[in-house]
C-alpha cells in the first residue's frame, strides 16, 4: 500500500511546452490526497519557489535536491548547506573557466552575471531572469543550500573533480545543480519516511530528469515519465506515458491508486 508519493516538478507535474499542470494530473493528485496518501514534492526547487503548482494539495517538499526537506507547516525536517570553504572555491573555479553561478536558498534565486544559459534556463521554467547580485554577499552559512553552475559536461568534468564534498546532478544540458555531498533526492525520501513513520516500501516516486534517478532507485515503486531520458527509464521500476499525454494520470490509474 503505497502511503507517500514523491513528485518532480518540470517535466512530471508542470509540463515543459505549456508550462501548465495538465488537467488529468490536477484532478489525479486530488484524489490521491482524499485517499489520504501524503503528496510530497521532490525538486531542484526551492520550497518557496512553487507558485505554479500551488493548486496541488501537497504536505511537504524534498526542495534543492533534498538540501532542504520541509513539512507543509514548515517544520525543517532536513537542511544540508554548502560549507563555505567549498563555495569559495567554487567561485575561484567560476572566474577560472568562465561559467556563471547561482545560489539558490530560501530567499530566490541570484546570479552572479547574465549569460546565454542564464538565459535559457529561465527561459526553460518560463521565469524571469534572476537578479544579478554579489554572491559573496548573497551567500548565507547554514541556509545557502544549492549552487548552479551553467556550464556544458566537459567543463563540468574539469571543475567538479576539483570540488569534492560537493556533487552536481543534472536534468538538463544547460547546468548543473550543485549540493554538499550525499544530498539528492533519494536521501530526501529516507527523511520523509522516517519522519512520517512508514516503510520505504510504501513510498512511490516519479520523475523524468537525471537529479531524480536516486528517488526512483530509492521509493518502493519508481516511475520514468514517457518524457524521460534513457538513461532514467532504465532505473525505473515503470514507464508511463509522456508528461502531455496524461502520464501523471495514466501512472497512478495504473497502480491502481485512483
Not at 217 to 225: C, E, L, V
Request: hydrophobic share 45%; with cysteine; net charge negative.
Amino acid at each position: 500500500m503505497i502511503k507517500a508519493i514523491f513528485l518532480d516538478v518540470d517535466g512530471t507535474i508542470l509540463s515543459f511546452s505549456t508550462h501548465q499542470i495538465p488537467v488529468s494530473a490536477q484532478n489525479a493528485l486530488i484524489k490521491l490526497s482524499d485517499k489520504g496518501v501524503k503528496i510530497i514534492i521532490a525538486t531542484g526547487r526551492s520550497a518557496n519557489e512553487l507558485k505554479e503548482i500551488a493548486s496541488i494539495p501537497y504536505q511537504g517538499v524534498v526542495g534543492l535536491n533534498g538540501a532542504e526537506c520541509i513539512w507543509h507547516d514548515g517544520t525543517v525536517i532536513e537542511r544540508r548547506s554548502i560549507p563555505l570553504e567549498l563555495f569559495h572555491k567554487s567561485m575561484e573555479l567560476a572566474t577560472k573557466y568562465d561559467f556563471a553561478v547561482a545560489i539558490e536558498d530560501r530567499n530566490g534565486t541570484f546570479v552572479d552575471r547574465i549569460t546565454p544559459r542564464v538565459a535559457e534556463m529561465a527561459r526553460m521554467v518560463n521565469h524571469p531572469l534572476p537578479e544579478v547580485r554579489n554572491l559573496w554577499e548573497v551567500f548565507e552559512e547554514g541556509f545557502s543550500s544549492q549552487l548552479c553552475f551553467f556550464f556544458d559536461k566537459e567543463v563540468e568534468q574539469k571543475v567538479m573533480n576539483q570540488l569534492p564534498g560537493l556533487t552536481a546532478t543534472r536534468w538538463c544540458d544547460v547546468f548543473v545543480d550543485i549540493n554538499a555531498e550525499g544530498v539528492n533526492k533519494g536521501a530526501g525520501v529516507h527523511s520523509f519516511a522516517d519522519y512520517l513513520g512508514i516503510d520505504i516500501s510504501e513510498t512511490m516516486a516519479l520523475g523524468d530528469g537525471g537529479n531524480d534517478i536516486p528517488m526512483l532507485r530509492t521509493a518502493g515503486i519508481g516511475i520514468a515519465m514517457g518524457n524521460a531520458t534513457d538513461e532514467v527509464k532504465i532505473h525505473a521500476d515503470y514507464v508511463t506515458d509522456h508528461i502531455d499525454n496524461d502520464g501523471l494520470y495514466k501512472a497512478l490509474k495504473h497502480f491502481e491508486l485512483i
